[in-house]
């Protein structure tokens, strides 16, 4: 066993809020949210789907500071009026001390970012939060690094942690990661933690994001986090990985089976 705090944790969800033993814990929404227009449709429609969470970053940390930062406050003002409105539930990111703690008052589940995964005072402070969180895999983190990031915030009494496999760096070019499938029954072996799958930021491509879903799901996956937007040619981020409504009915029949 790689860690020796996690693989004792055997409940680490709040019921009340996720009962991921007795169906896939599905969440869904936009890269970003970009408008209260935007993210309410988009939430209306995931929930008529059977959707319990929205996502949306409200915090984004792009690679190039040229690129669309998120709305950030306004955004998360967008968030909690939209999860008002629409009676749904909500993840988004918190990228650093601060924005956790406005994260916090808004969101259901809170975010760390593959960048962020080890930000390892980000960790810490998340470790003491009494919300889930949903702990993305490093792009280029080793199984070991990220259980080793999920124990930083176990350890300070948060075991409530949803571990999220987001594909890595590999040579690959012709995805905008690899996802590692593997790493899902590996984390739930290693851990008692719950897994889900990323395919979206896995594969940056739209039409793969049903086949990694199933292969997702058929590793053991506890659910899936997919990107939904709905006009993902005029999305202000990761258009090419968002799913319109019709291409996220499809999948959710698929899967529903
Ligand atoms: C996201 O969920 O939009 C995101 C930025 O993901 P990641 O941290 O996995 O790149
Ligand atoms: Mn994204």
């Not at 998360?76 to 956790?100: F, P, Q, R």
């Not at 949903?134 to 259980?147: D, N, P, V, Y």
């Not at 899902?184 to 395919?199: N, Y």
């Not at 006009?231 to 291409?247: R, W, Y």
């Amino acid at each position: 066993m790689i860690s020796k705090i996690l693989n004792k944790v055997d409940a680490p969800l709040d019921e009340n809020v996720i009962d991921i033993e007795k169906e896939k814990l599905i969440i869904a929404g936009p890269c970003a949210i970009e408008s209260y227009d935007q993210l309410l449709e988009t939430a209306r429609f995931i929930k008529s789907k059977g959707v319990k969470i929205l996502r949306g970053g409200a915090y984004k940390p792009r690679t190039s500071p040229f690129a669309f930062q998120g709305m950030r406050k306004e955004g998360l003002e967008i968030l909690k009026a939209v999860k008002k409105e629409v009676g749904i539930m909500a993840v988004t990111e918190a990228i650093d001390e601060k924005s956790l703690s406005e994260v916090y008052e808004v969101s259901d589940m809170i975010q760390i970012g593959s960048r962020n995964m080890q930000n390892f005072s980000l960790l810490v402070e998340a470790g003491k939060q009494d919300k889930p969180i949903l702990l993305k895999r490093g792009m280029s983190a080793t199984i070991k690094e990220w259980i080793h990031a999920a124990e930083y915030i176990a350890k300070q009494g948060n075991t409530k942690i949803i571990m999220c496999e987001r594909g890595i760096r590999t040579f690959n070019d012709y995805t905008r990661n690899t996802m590692d499938i593997a790493a899902i029954p590996i984390i739930k072996q290693e851990t008692g933690l719950k897994v889900i799958a990323d395919p979206s930021h896995g594969t940056g491509k739209r039409n793969l994001i049903l086949p990694m879903s199933l292969a997702s799901l058929a590793a053991g996956a506890d659910g899936l986090i997919i990107e939904v937007h709905p006009q993902p040619e005029d999305a202000l981020s990761d258009g090419d990985q968002s799913l319109n409504f019709e291409e996220f009915s499809n999948l959710i029949s698929v899967i529903k089976g």
